[in-house]
């Protein structure tokens, strides 16, 4: 009984730290972890934006060109932390995207359409000072432009080239700045980059920057290191989609890591808000688009269940929860308080963890939790029911109360193995055909499986035990309480 004690122990700190999160929205800063604890719902339950996007006019591509277009888009706006965004090809050259929850359309917006062409330009050169944003061509635009003309076609001359500005409503045209009649040359771009992330520098944490890594034997990455290496108090700028980000300077420190071969990365400074250096790094790390996109519609949905439908939903889960406990109560007695227990602190530790994790609920991540939930009462139903053999053959409680767990457990854990099996299959078909809602019915099911491994065994095994311990002598007095 001494380990049941320290069960009792651990179960009460579980049942209470998920209580906790399930019933408020904590923001836990604690070993590390800094999350906001919150329920993220799905596009049906909580709306959201659908975006529909077109490959630009005149542009070059094939099957393959938007497939990887299809691919990159969605990394991105799952790098931005959009949760069960769905994006699925429409035709041959249209990509439509749902984005739940998305209140900052700009942000995403930016991510999904920019086709995030970075590049590390030479600048050792330049004596003037250039604002931020200005419109750079370089000669790896020049020759992705070049590429896209149709065969035969003669090239624009480098003054024709210019940048189009993103305000819909007041569609300018900007010449772009050259070096002495040239194009200012491309020394890497951002294939060559293996990782990105945007963090903050300074002491008060409030100028954001994107760290970067460089890609071994990546694209241009050794011209990148020999620049460093050969300008160092010299300027390098960084482009992005011809605008110019910053050009700062290369410190001699850099410099001598770079003639070491010891450098392996970077930072990108400039006076980045928040939410442009979560884009910038995304684009970075998920990739750049091989060819750019148009927006050429926008919709604001609303849930497709409504509030009403939403309330019904929740009313309908309590009830058939209520019911459900109540059965185990009359049927089982003694033994159905254990299991009530047991499934209410499953309930709380699965809705605790889709909080911190977080997984979207959506309508098929609820089917999902409700058929775990009767997975849970099935595993019970199957301990209980051989339990009570073995209270008919005569032996004491505590030993039917082993036995009926231990003759069970094969058939639990074999059970729950197959459905998990079929779980994964779900997530990784989901997954690779862009199925989402197959991918939240996976997760949710697959989590419940697991931590039914937890309730249904050692929480109910390890709350009757304590009751048996605490009322031994009345059970055994009144058989009928153990539902004999």
Not at 11 to 30: E, G, K, Q, R, Y
């Given at each position: 009984m001494r380990a049941y004690r320290l069960w009792i122990v651990v179960?009460?700190?579980?049942?209470?730290?998920?209580?906790?999160?399930?019933?408020?929205?904590?923001?836990?800063?604690?070993?590390g972890i800094n999350r906001k604890v919150h329920v993220v719902q799905g596009l049906d339950l909580q709306g959201g934006s659908r975006v529909l996007l077109q490959v630009s006019p005149g542009t070059k591509y094939d099957d393959d060109t938007v497939v990887q277009a299809v691919k990159n888009v969605e990394r991105r706006v799952n790098g931005l932390g959009v949760t069960e965004a769905v994006v699925q090809r429409q035709g041959e050259d249209r990509i439509i995207v749902e984005l739940p929850g998305v209140r900052e359309q700009a942000v995403a917006f930016d991510s999904i359409k920019s086709t995030g062409l970075l590049e590390f330009v030479d600048f050792s050169a330049v004596t003037a000072d250039l604002p931020e944003?200005?419109?750079?061509?370089?000669?790896?635009?020049?020759?992705?432009?070049?590429?896209?003309?149709?065969?035969?076609?003669?090239?624009?001359?480098?003054?024709?080239?210019?940048?189009?500005?993103?305000?819909?409503?007041?569609?300018?045209?900007?010449?772009?700045?050259l070096q002495n009649g040239q194009p200012y040359r491309t020394i890497m771009t951002g294939a060559g980059l293996a990782d990105a992330a945007a963090t903050?520098?300074?002491?008060?944490?409030?100028?954001?920057?994107?760290?970067?890594?460089?890609?071994?034997?990546?694209?241009?990455?050794?011209?990148?290191?020999?620049?460093?290496?050969?300008?160092?108090n010299r300027s390098m700028a960084i482009v992005l989609d011809g605008r110019l980000l910053s050009y700062p300077t290369i410190q001699a420190g850099l410099s001598d890591a770079a003639r070491a071969g010891t450098m392996d990365g970077g930072i990108i400074t400039g006076a980045f808000t928040r939410d442009e250096a979560r884009i910038l790094a995304a684009q970075l790390k998920y990739g750049a688009l091989p060819v750019p996109l148009d927006i050429i519609a926008f919709d604001t949905i609303g849930p497709s269940l409504g509030e009403i439908s939403v309330e019904r939903s929740i009313r309908a889960g309590i009830i058939g929860v209520i019911t459900v406990l109540v059965f185990m109560l009359v049927y089982y007695r003694v033994p159905g308080i254990a299991a009530d227990l047991a499934l209410l602190l499953f309930i709380a530790i699965n809705f605790a963890l889709y909080k911190f994790i977080p997984v979207t609920l959506s309508l098929p991540a609820i089917a999902g939790f409700l058929i775990s939930i009767g997975t849970a009462v099935d595993g019970n139903i199957l301990i209980f029911e051989r339990m009570k053999e073995e209270l008919r053959k005569g032996r004491p409680a505590d030993r039917a109360i082993e036995a009926g767990f231990e003759r069970a457990w094969t058939s639990i854990r074999d059970s729950n193995i197959s459905t998990i099996i079929i779980t994964i299959i779900l997530y990784f078909f989901g997954n690779a055909f862009g199925a989402s809602s197959v991918q939240g019915f996976a997760i949710t099911l697959g989590m419940g499986l697991v931590i039914n491994l937890f309730t249904a065994v050692i929480a109910t095994r390890t709350f009757l035990h304590t009751i048996v311990l605490v009322a031994g002598d009345q059970l055994r007095a009144r058989p009928r309480l153990l539902g004999v």
């Open positions: 179960i009460l700190a579980v049942a209470v730290l998920s209580a906790w999160m399930s019933l408020s929205d904590p923001h836990i800063n604690f070993l944003g200005a419109c750079i061509l370089t000669t790896e635009q020049v020759t992705l432009a070049e590429a896209r003309l149709p065969e035969g076609a003669t090239p624009p001359a480098y003054t024709d080239y210019t940048c189009s500005s993103e305000d819909i409503l007041n569609p300018t045209e900007e010449p772009a700045l903050t520098q300074g002491t008060i944490g409030t100028q954001w920057m994107v760290n970067f890594v460089l890609r071994e034997g990546g694209d241009r990455v050794k011209d990148f290191e020999t620049y460093v290496a050969n300008n160092p």
